[in-house]
């Protein structure tokens, strides 16, 4: 019987159904304006751009001119790449310039859509970005799509890991700025460190398509973009903090050695606050308070050091250095930290030489990153199972585009055997069929490590030519994938490698024509070349086709039923035929949390015997139950983590808006002068009470606290003993007398220098205390779960405590800054120097793999540098490391080499 939403949308068609109706006419629209574009000159296609622009400047809405814009970006995309937008690409491009999500399967022609919405959007003047998931595809999107831009008198830039911060700047005021998710946060925070406007790169957040959204706004989203640098010294603190543990009883603390914890009992708390309190490291009346919070993670983490961390067990201690013990191999892990201080307490507890530790500089979450832009919008193959997300997180709506022509590939049921071997030997089994037919195969894992595990077993079952996609340089995938459409092509590929890149059956001509004719000159030779190679892919396509088109094979089912749609919607591109299955073992992650033991058991009774398989549409309706529930688990925890961010990033917003503001004016003295009258009202009202009369008056500490904070001397206890002497009096004394001595320093520093020493002063204070307020918020995450202990909720105590600690960075800010410029001197009036920016990294763990996409991105770039250099050429060598060896081949370091300084 069928329920009533599917009987619905039988009979009324999906809300992306009627969406989609509603752009036909627009379409229709478009397509009778084709007939008058063709019959135009280049020049006068080209001139289009400038009556839009004129015609926005007197009013007109991007919205109003959507029409007569996109028709012509349609004539310039035959003109530039001979490729016609089809009427579904033109409805993808009104769902884009809507601010939602266009699902569009693969080989619909995504990149080729966006070029709609981008040049309609780029007429307004304010820049459009278009995120992808790597610098290849952030260059070769530029350079390809950007002919179409180009023609059209629009300019193109791309922003990529390694460019210069003038580079970054001039790519950034083009129409159009291609780049990655990556780069585009790290500019973000980046800006937001410097000192003066001109050094910003960014110029807002207009409108940004983002291609492959689900990966980047889901799957990458999982981790925060972080810009960290080296901390003070805070040696101190740590072997103050790790005296304390050795005069701690067992009944002060509790350890849980299976999830490695360790917590103080009430009665150690007690103690903890006696002994910092004797120390006089303890603020406030309890370890608990607010003030407190960067202590208790260092006790906790001292603790943890000294309890739950063996020496030779868990770590070794080697030339006066804490060197990890991996648990599992039982090798030293040189080069590896643990994170957030615990390593720094392991080598006090050890009396060895203490690090200082990488303190978090700027952070943001792509989440809130990408909230920023005025207008998103997106692009993929597969969006539709995750839409709640898109729409609770990002305010986003997801649209299904119809195929230009219908999809004739063929998706089997999932075959279950028993066994993760009988499984494989099925997969062998099935590739070497494949082949014999000349079937192009795409085998889907779920890691690089499974990749080569099947690669093993084909090697060992006599199949030797194929591929393995597990190589960390895009460009290369990118060629590897292209031709896995070859009949008789076997590529083991993770689930989401070569992304951006079609597979086109017979092999992509235009890659094959860019890796074979790259050293061939222009010339007759050339082009008889191509030709061939045109002829050579057209024959091979005809094979393919014979042989079924792309068979895609997925070892496994991942935890997210749109990873498995990914890879499925890799055949059967534009109408080709094509074909698709999953063969699972009750050994399989995902079945052994389902439930094998009851299916195995199961399976037994109905006779499946060794090799085989069952295969049934109720198997994939329950696997998809239980993706389904993984996906709910996992979307849960990541809007947890937002609701964490979401406080910080609440924050975030005013202190960069502040700085912004603060470098924008010419002027700053007022507000210095407001934050000085602040800070003496809070010193009057401290050190005289409310009501309080004269001998209650603390005169003696307000005379120490003002010569202290304001670098004045005044004969405050002899005005206290005035007759009938008021606060606000005293008040109004202090604040003239301030007054007239920084007004004496603007006199002698001049107005230009004054205003610049303000300026600087304000912003390099806010900066430290940004940073330490960073570290602390971190610090109280970390242990404010043990809250809920108390049933008190954690993200309650989390916003009460965060909120709590930004004013008194504010107030802190306001005495810093005072004090500073009370007593700040110049001997000489040398021309201000720009302030430059502290050593800094870009972080962003990748969440399936941990490893650091910046760093990767560095190394993938010195290996390409090092692949062009010449050795007799220093003009090829690029930027060399100073630790690099020399590019000349000597065998040294560079330093020691061509990189020496010679001294005059």
Sequence with gaps: MLGLGTLGRMVFGTSSDRRVKRYRPIVDAINALEPELQALSDEALHARTDDFRAQIAAGASVDDLLIPAFATVREAAKRTLGQRHFDVQLIGGMVLNEGSIAEMKTGEGKTLVATLPVYLNALAGKGVHVVTVNDYLARRDAGWMGQIYRFLGLSVGVIVHGLSQEERRQAYAADVTYGTNNEFGFDYLRDNMEYNLASMVQRGHNFAIVDEVDSILIDEARTPLIISGPTEDRSELYVAIDAVIPQLAAEDYEIDEKVKSATFTEEGTEKVEQILSGLGMLRGESLYDVENVAIVHHLNNALRAHKLFLRDRDYIVKNDQVVIIDEFTGRMMEGRRYSEGLHQALEAKEHAKIQPENQTLASITFQNYFRLYKKLAGMTGTASTEADEFMDIYGLDVAEIPTNVEVARIDDDDAVYRTVDEKYKAIVELIRECRERGQPVLVGTTSIEKSELLADRLRKAG???????????????????????????????????????????????????????ADMPEGAEREARAQAIRDEVQQLKARALEAGGLMVIGTERHESRRIDNQLRGRSGRQGDPGHSQFFLSLQDDLMRIFGSDRMDGMLQKLGLKEDEAIVHPWINKALERAQGKVEAHNFDIRKNLLKYDNVMNDQRKVVFEQRIELMSGDNIADTVRDMRHEVIDEIVSKHIPERAYAEQWDAEGLRDAVRAQLNLDLPIEDWATEEGIADEEIRERI??????????????????????????????????????????????????????????????????????????????????????????????????????????????????????????????????????RKADDPSTWGRVGRNEPCPCGSGKKFKQCHGQVVQA
């Design 735 to 868: 604040t003239r007398a301030s007054d007239d001595l920084m007004a004496q320093k603007a006199a002698r520093f001049g107005p230009e220098l004054m205003r610049m020493v303000e300026k600087q002063m304000l912003l390099q204070t806010l900066d430290h205390l940004w940073r330490e307020h960073l570290a602390m918020l971190d610090h109280l995450r970390s242990v404010v779960g043990f809250r809920g202990y108390a049933q008190r909720d954690p993200l309650n105590e989390y916003k009460t405590e965060a909120f709590e600690l930004f004013q008194s960075m504010l107030a802190s800010l306001r005495r810093a800054v005072v004090g500073q410029m009370a007593h700040v001197e110049i001997a000489e009036r040398p021309a201000p120097e720009q302030q430059a920016l502290p050593p800094m990294q870009a972080h962003h763990l990748d969440p399936v793999t941990g490893e650091d996409e910046f760093a990767l991105a560095d190394a993938e770039q010195q290996s390409a540098a090092a692949s062009r």
């Design 463 to 517: 199949v030797k030519d194929f591929e393995v996609l597990n190589a960390r340089h895009h460009e290369r995938e990118a060629f590897i994938v292209s031709q896995a459409g070859k009949p008789g092509a076997v590529t083991i590929a993770t689930n989401m490698a070569g992304r951006g890149t079609d597979i086109q059956l017979g092999g992509n001509i235009e890659m094959r024509l860019q890796e074979e004719l």
